[in-house]
């Protein structure tokens, strides 16, 4: 069946390679051609992101971390590149159909790629890939510059820091099969690049040189070079009768508003095969989500204390709750750790784990203590020196056995939270808490699901 590889390097459709949300091309649009008796084996994005103080600035280096730390901006430090892209969308060329639309890209990554990653992992880029990350902000930010503090050698690097990464979309990374291209008449990619306050955040909000102000003002980033390397892989002329379609995994989100102390989440995915939820708490105030803080964080609902799961009604998968032994606000009022707080249980980390990673046992979730006490740090105001930012509640559905789900196709599925939201002792904040929470926060329900595509009539089912 299997019979070699071809290699293809191809070039945006947009007819330019450089990109910026500012410029007026902020849409990258790829079209990967059929090839007689090929499947599609690989695709890698790849190309140069350069970040600059304004339009007229050559190179890079305006933003190198001086001693004052006057000009510090950085990216995530989970996602890297990945925190560049608000929307990935995948469509066939032949009837222009769409496949699959991967909305919250950003947000999605970094659920992702939370659960396998480790400090090291996080130091030397996942896969082997360069994801322009590190466990700390600051030294994402010393990759983005392309060297230590005043290197002078930034000034001969126009291009900015080179970048290779697989994107985070169903049908490219989480598919049983490879995608059949002359079924389909081959596939367009869209890569809808992140705004500048999204991608980009401030390290230090103390300084007077933010961004968005200042020297800042017209911070931006661009990607150079941009383009797509991968292989087909050859095979038999009689196997393609055995190509049919493709299964493969989707995510897609719910969002809702919690407002209470005793609130009930509730929505229906209308799947056949659900695989795991993971709800990702956002405050929704005006001082958090933006361009000075880490937009794509996934914190712990304010005061989290316990939270139980049903399916239309009757407690499911598990029929007990899952306890925070000892929510934040309940610690003593004279903490000397300040916001370094840590709290949560062993059977919350186990959950939570248990439905990242579709695994057991399970490894690296990036929810130990010591990250946790990061997680709190850079909630405070000012510094975001640590932006692992991973406290999300996650219900699996494959009870530990890799390929199994749960048919959700008309069932409600409850997630009932007691937490310390609108609550007495948050008013006017707390000594435990940052005041710059607010007292409601938005959900958003991240549901991973199965997917088939038939190549007959080009349809997708979930």
Request: hydrophobic share 35%; with cysteine; glycine share 6%.
């Amino acid at each position: 069946m299997f019979s070699g590889k071809s290699y293809f390097n191809i070039q945006p459709l947009n007819n330019v390679t450089t990109f910026s949300p500012v410029d007026g091309q902020d849409v990258i649009r790829f079209s990967i051609p059929p090839m007689a008796n090929a499947l599609l084996d690989d695709v890698v994005f790849s190309g140069n992101l350069q970040i600059n103080t304004d339009a007229n600035t050559a190179y890079n280096i305006d933003l190198i971390l001086d001693n004052n730390n006057s000009q510090e901006i950085g990216c995530d430090s989970v996602i890297g590149i990945h925190n560049f892209i608000s929307k990935c969308e995948i469509s066939t060329r032949r009837g222009n159909i769409q496949l699959e639309t991967r909305n919250n890209y950003d947000l999605i990554s970094k659920t992702l790629a939370s659960p396998y990653t480790s400090d090291k992992d996080l130091n030397y880029g996942l896969d082997a890939n360069m994801n322009i990350c590190s466990p700390a902000v600051r030294g994402s930010m010393r990759r983005l510059i392309r060297g230590p503090t005043g290197d002078a050698t930034i000034a001969t690097t126009p291009e900015g820091s080179p970048f290779s990464v697989r994107f985070n979309v169903g049908m490219l990374t989480d598919a049983q099969q490879r995608i059949a291209l002359d079924k389909i008449g081959g596939i367009e990619i869209i890569v809808s690049l992140a705004s500048i306050q999204n991608a980009l955040m401030n390290l230090d909000n103390t300084f007077t040189t933010l961004l968005g102000a200042g020297a800042l003002a017209d911070a931006r980033y661009t990607l150079r070079n941009v383009k797509l390397f991968g292989t087909y892989q050859m095979y038999n002329p009689s196997a393609s009768s055995q190509f049919q379609g493709l299964n493969f995994k989707q995510i897609n989100n719910n969002l809702q508003v919690l407002n209470s102390s005793n609130d009930v989440n509730g929505f229906t995915p209308m799947v056949q095969a659900l695989d795991h939820i993971i709800c990702v708490s956002q405050p929704n105030t005006s001082s958090k989500n933006n361009f000075q803080t880490n937009a794509v964080q996934c914190n712990e609902v304010i005061g989290q204390q316990s939270y139980r799961t049903s399916k239309s009604g009757m407690p499911f998968p598990m029929d007990y709750r899952i306890d925070n032994v000892t929510a934040i606000p309940n610690l003593p009022q004279t903490q000397p750790l300040g916001n370094n707080l840590t709290s949560g249980s062993a059977e919350a980390s186990y959950h939570l784990c248990l439905g990242t990673n579709n695994k057991y046992p399970v490894y690296h979730s990036l929810i130990s203590m010591d990250n946790e006490a990061d997680t709190n740090s850079d909630l405070a105001v000012p510094k975001n020196e640590i932006s692992t930012n991973f406290a999300p509640i996650c219900v699996g559905y494959q009870y530990g056995f890799d390929g199994y789900s749960s048919n959700f196709m008309s069932d409600l599925v409850q997630i009932q939270i007691n937490s310390a939201i609108k609550t007495g002792q948050f008013v006017g904040g707390s000594a435990n808490l940052n005041s710059i929470r607010d007292q409601a926060q938005t959900f958003n329900n991240l549901f991973k699901f199965n997917s088939q595509l038939s190549y007959a009539n080009l349809m997708v089912t979930k």
